[in-house]
């Protein structure tokens, strides 16, 4: 450990330094960073031969010796070296998790590196990678562009944009897909209540029910709550198979369900008109003043 004055160190992993000018004890991050060094150069060896779990757990174990200065007075420089090498351990790591396939761990540890530094460009391009393999274009597409954004990193300039435009193609394919299938379904959901609105009348009919008192009194059993509403109740009160006692209660409940939104709509609505209307001190807001 040295002695010096506090406008030359730094909390390590904390980026904050010392207020005064009182002599601190500060740490010599040197052999951590030496250590972790090595453990990364053997990580790489092991990448070089296609060990790739072996690799990562070197990356994790250089981490873990750098780790061990977090929230130690340490010399600037010293930090600034530890937060780079760190930021290479995770970017390294992330690349590992896509060679073996691990998309989501890779977007874990890219998105690491890119807290500590997040101009790094390797990291960038690796979790844009890994987002595509995940099938988030939205997100790959993200870090592709703000990769553009510092110069391409590794890529020619060509390679990039060719990047982009296949990502933004595969968004706006996944949008329009969502949007044709939200409207399918809206389509079945119409379908299917017009087809429950033709059991009902169908139900109607056959029981002579036109003059919608049994429609009303099941409404009345439904919303006074004071016991279960059954199909075998509805097929006994007013002699029905029990497939159109289905039908029937359906309808009644759906029309009740409508009813309610409706009356939640119409509330929201009225609070909405009824809140009072913001004021400006002194008069009219200052666009209408002026």
């Given amino acids: 450990s040295s002695h010096v004055g506090s406008r030359d160190i730094d909390t390590a992993s904390m980026g ?19 250590k972790a060094t090595e453990l ?5 060896a092991q990448v070089k031969a296609k060990k790739y779990n072996e690799a990562v757990a070197l990356y994790e174990r250089a981490i873990s010796v750098l780790d061990k200065a977090d929230g130690q007075p340490m010399l600037k420089q010293e930090v600034q070296s530890m937060v780079e090498l760190k930021t290479v351990l995770y970017s390294n790591m992330a690349q590992c998790f896509i060679n073996v396939e691990l998309w989501r761990r890779a977007v874990e540890a890219a998105t690491t590196a890119l807290s500590l ?14 987002f595509e393999k995940l099938r988030q274009w939205a997100f790959a597409l993200e870090d592709a562009l703000a990769l553009q954004s510092l110069g391409g990193g590794s890529l020619s ?13 595969k968004k706006e394919a996944e949008e329009l897909e969502k949007a044709r299938a939200a409207e399918e379904s809206d389509d079945e959901a119409d379908t299917a209540l017009l087809a429950m609105k033709q059991r009902f009348d169908e139900v109607v009919e056959k ?23 059954t199909t075998k109740k509805v097929a006994q009160r007013w002699h029905m198979e029990e497939d159109d006692a289905e039908a029937f209660l359906k309808w009644i409940s759906k029309g ?15 609070m ?13 807001s200052p666009a209408l003043a002026a």
Avoid at 40 to 44: F, I, P, V, Y
Avoid at 157 to 167: K, T, W
């Fill in 207 to 229: 029981y002579d029910l036109k003059d919608g008192e049994a429609a009303t009194e099941l409404a009345d059993w439904l919303t006074s709550g004071e016991w279960l509403v």
């Fill in 157 to 169: 300039g060509d390679e990039l944009q060719a990047r982009i435009d296949m990502l933004r193609g």
């Fill in 256 to 270: 009740l369900e409508f009813k309610m939104q409706n009356a939640e709509a119409a509330a929201q609505a009225q």
């Fill in 40 to 44: 990364k150069d053997e990580g790489n």
């Fill in 16 to 34: 904050k330094s010392s207020g005064d000018d009182e002599v601190l004890q500060v740490v010599d991050g040197l052999p951590l960073i030496q």
């Fill in 272 to 284: 909405a008109q009824s809140s009072p209307q913001m004021e400006f001190a002194g008069g009219p």
């Fill in 117 to 130: 530094d997040e101009r790094n460009a390797k990291a960038l391009l690796r979790r844009s990678r890994a």
